[in-house]
């Protein structure tokens, strides 16, 4: 099973569950995720979610088989973008407890929750230029709401990935554990679930509303789906595959 769902009384644990590919986000694991929420944001026995994953990590990116073949086309057309759209559309308090690898689309899954929490073996970044792309998920734009412009530029150009305490030092998470992000997450979780939900979700769309209002969402995928065509994406994926220096031209 892609996503393990395990209620816990008035919040619910959501575990991101392929650990062979370090819970890459393919397509039917996202909508299982997108499928989840959703009912879960109409259970007035679910205050809260905290979501994490399988084996020491959270989610290594996106699954690179699905965008090898992918064409602009596609892109426009794509399902993710719904599942990425009902994901973001929970409303109730999500917590995201992040050991392991977040790249790419898993840092771009944990950028959308509400409570972001670092375990001492976290890494994230949007590698995504690596592969000719960018971000297609909204990633770039939230980190630079939450970093600025510099701190961004800076990882989504060059797909520098951080560690555990840097991103905590810059802001990108809230909370830092010693040990696994579970530690300070669950009981973060347990707290949530006992506060006004009604205030909680009134808050939560509160803030979306403020941190996102400007964003440059749509130009952001326009360009993902764009480049989807070019050669140098065809390359970066290669290369990634068989493990060398990719050789761009622009092209």
Not at 140 to 146: I, K, N, T, Y
Not at 150 to 168: W, Y
Not at 213 to 225: I, K, N, T, V, Y
Request: proline fraction near 5%; hydrophobic fraction near 50%.
């Amino acid at each position: 099973m892609d996503l393990i769902v395990e209620p816990q009384g008035a919040w619910t644990r959501l575990v991101l569950n392929r650990p062979q590919a370090k819970n890459a986000l393919n397509t039917a694991l996202l909508a299982q995720l997108a499928g989840v929420l959703t009912e879960l944001a109409g259970d007035p026995a679910c205050r809260a979610v905290l979501l994490t994953g399988a084996d020491g990590n959270f989610a290594a990116g996106a699954d690179i088989g699905e965008i090898e073949g992918k064409s602009s086309a596609d892109g426009a057309a794509d399902p993710r973008k719904a599942h990425w759209a009902r994901i973001r559309a929970f409303p109730k308090p999500l917590v995201a407890a992040v050991d392991g690898f977040a790249l790419g689309g898993g840092f771009e899954l944990a950028l959308m929750a509400d409570c972001f929490v670092l375990g001492a073996t976290a890494r994230v970044g949007l590698p995504e230029t690596n592969l000719g792309l960018i971000p297609g998920a909204g990633g770039a734009q939230r980190l630079l709401s939450l970093v600025g412009r510099a701190r961004a530029t800076r990882l989504v150009l060059t797909g520098e990935i951080l560690p555990a305490a840097t991103a905590h030092d810059w802001g990108i998470a809230g909370w830092l554990s010693d040990g696994t992000a579970e530690e300070i997450a669950r009981p973060l979780v347990e707290k949530l679930a006992e506060r006004a939900p009604l205030a909680l979700q009134a808050a939560k769309a509160a803030l979306v509303a403020g941190a996102e209002g400007a964003l440059a969402l749509d130009q952001e995928r326009a360009a993902f789906e764009t480049l989807l065509d070019t050669a140098d994406k065809a390359e970066g994926i290669r290369a990634f595959r068989e493990k060398r220096k990719p050789g761009f031209i622009g092209q």
